[in-house]
């Protein structure tokens, strides 16, 4: 079995509405992937953020038993491919496990090809809706789905 972490700061919107989008995705289907989330700045386990829930209630998926946790090293080694939500987020894993280069990417930078970072990067980054509106975290998880249809088609070529 192939596994998928995403990483976010506080693993309570991005990283774990990606998360439990893909596992709604991947459901139903042949493919075998264990898909988890964590985050680079967990100081304590909360649950996922209000609006997230309810975006992704709207996406009749169930958030509300999610509980963050940090990244750290083990999950980091067991993961066969690392998905974060931003290049911060990336350098982040990267600075606790530069071994680890070959299977670290943005989200967008993994499904949309060979980007590089010496672009203007902005376009590799999913915007954190945390605090935001419940629109922010609905262009949010748009804007992850539309990533992760790439993903899974990206899969589906044998692209993990």
């Known amino acids: ?18 998360e439990a989008m ?8 042949a493919l075998d992937i264990k898909v988890t989330s964590a985050g680079t700045a967990v100081f304590r386990q909360d649950g996922a953020a209000k609006h997230a829930v309810e975006i992704m209630k709207e996406r009749k998926i169930d958030l509300s038993d999610h509980v963050s946790k940090p990244v750290g090293l083990e999950e980091i080694r ?27 990417f943005t989200l967008k930078e993994y499904v949309d090809g060979d980007l590089h970072e010496t672009e203007s990067g902005h376009h590799l980054d ?24 790439k ?5 589906k070529a044998g692209g993990l």
């Open 78 to 104: 067991q993961a066969d491919l690392i998905l974060t939500m931003t290049r911060v987020h990336k350098r982040a894993i990267l600075e606790m496990a530069p071994e680890f280069e070959d299977k670290v």
């Open 151 to 155: 993903l899974v088609e990206k899969i």
């Open 1 to 18: 079995m192939k596994s998928i972490l995403f990483v976010c700061t506080g693993n309570t919107c991005r990283s774990s509405m990606a």
């Open 22 to 29: 893909l596992k709604s995705m991947l459901e139903g289907t």
């Open 126 to 149: 999913i915007a954190d809706p945390f605090g935001g509106t419940a629109q922010c975290y609905r262009a949010c998880a748009a804007e992850i789905h539309e990533a992760l249809e």
